[in-house]
């Protein structure tokens, strides 16, 4: 039978008794790279009782490496998460402390920062994490995917501003005339 099927579980933490402990720990942890916290998290996501394609769904992984990961834990615990996967590569230039202060700074209002815009736009966001050194450059859509990734989307205003204009109604031209 194939290890890849929609209603596939993991072994939860009953079987790693002692890795309960662990998960909350790098769960918490501020220092672990994105892609690593990404596997805890997978597991954190998986012992609340959601399927693989839920999974995929708040993680932002594929479905294939969701399997993989699960598998590996149900086979051998936390053993293995931390490492690189491929040692040779070159390492991750995105911290998790980055990641977490992106969301952070997509969450607060661009004001309290001292801009002069009352919403973010993924693009405006970039150039401030640019801009302030927090972050690599890397391209909207990226940063967009990234945020999607942790649960925040930036929404298109669609409000408009009236001038304080008293003569506003004077210039503005007649509907009947258009």
């Not at 929609?6 to 942890?29: F, P, Q, S, T, Y």
């Not at 966001?125 to 801009?131: A, D, Q, T, W």
Request: charged share 30%; glycine share 6%.
């Amino acid at each position: 039978m194939s290890r890849v099927r929609l209603g596939w579980r993991i072994a939860l933490l009953e079987k790693h008794e002692n890795d309960k402990e662990l998960l909350k720990v790098k769960l918490r942890d501020k220092t672990v790279s994105a892609r690593i916290y990404e596997r805890y998290r997978v597991i954190d996501i998986a012992q609340q009782g959601f399927s693989v394609p839920e999974i995929a769904e708040r993680s932002g992984m594929f479905v294939t490496s969701i399997y993989d990961w699960i598998g590996r834990f149900n086979e051998d615990g936390f053993t293995g998460f931390d490492d690189p996967p491929n040692p040779n590569g070159r390492p991750s230039s995105l911290s998790s402390k980055q990641l977490r202060e992106m969301v952070n700074i997509a969450l607060s209002r661009p004001s309290d920062l001292g801009l002069p815009y009352t919403n973010w736009s993924v693009a405006k966001l970039r150039e401030y994490l640019i801009r302030h050194g927090l972050f690599p450059n890397y391209t909207d859509e990226w940063i967009r995917r990234l945020l999607r990734r942790e649960g925040v989307t930036l929404q298109r205003t669609k409000t408009w501003k009236e001038l304080p204009d008293p003569d506003l109604e004077v210039r503005k031209p007649d509907s009947e005339t258009l």
